[in-house]
């Protein structure tokens, strides 16, 4: 009987004991475990930071690429248009008078140039196309048609008082036609051709001026 209160006593004893022993042990795991996850989450948390840092470091260089390309057209851009414009100012026919211009827009005389540019323009299609006065050779009518965007049409728009961007696309045009016109005989020897190249050059060059092809936000 002493033996058996004994031995029950050592196992109540043992048990006791190993009890402490295994929470212990198993804090001393878990301890390890918590901080681990805690530097994983920071290390985590860290990158994603650090993504939105690199981005933003990377749009002040396509910034200052896209200004510096800007400012590497600018000059450039500014000595033609100074160029077309002495040019112009040279060969184009200028006002008889140093008074102001006459030909404001509203006005009757603004509005006679206009439609007496277009309507030289339509006849020098007519011309040139061989409808009025029709020829099977080359001759001074169909000549004129040919020339007639630069020797009536141009010269009539830029009697008008008309915008900057008006005169600059007129200026350019002075000095296009007559190399489109000069030019392409050489590959096709047509009246109808030069002066619908002429007219494609005419439209193309006031859509860019005046910006007929811009969106309006």
């Known amino acids: 009987m002493n033996t058996l209160t004994s031995t029950s006593l050592c196992n109540y004893q043992i048990s006791k ?116 006065f029709p020829s099977n050779e080359p001759d001074l009518w169909r000549l004129m048609g040919m020339w007639s965007i630069w020797m009536f049409t141009i010269p009539s728009l830029r009697a008008r008082d008309c915008s900057k961007n008006e005169k600059e696309a007129l200026n350019y045009l002075f000095l296009l036609v007559p190399l489109l016109n000069v030019t392409i005989p050489f590959f096709v020897k047509s009246f109808a051709v030069v002066w619908s190249a002429d007219t494609v050059a005419f439209f193309a060059m006031y859509a860019w001026k005046l910006g007929w092809l811009q969106r309006e936000d």
């Open 17 to 132: 004991a190993r009890f402490p022993f295994n929470t212990a042990h198993q804090r001393n795991i878990s301890v390890p475990s918590r901080i681990l996850f805690k530097v994983y989450a920071n290390a985590k948390t860290n990158e994603l930071k650090a993504e939105p840092q690199q981005e933003v470091e990377a749009e002040p260089k396509e910034e200052a690429t896209e200004s510096s390309t800007i400012s590497a057209t600018a000059p450039l851009d500014k000595d033609l248009k100074k160029v077309v414009q002495k040019t112009a100012a040279t060969f184009a026919p200028r006002a008889s008078t140093a008074s102001k211009n006459p030909a404001v827009p509203g006005s009757v005389l603004y509005t006679v140039f206009e439609v007496q540019a277009y309507a030289c323009m339509l006849l020098g299609g007519v011309l040139s196309f061989n409808l009025l």
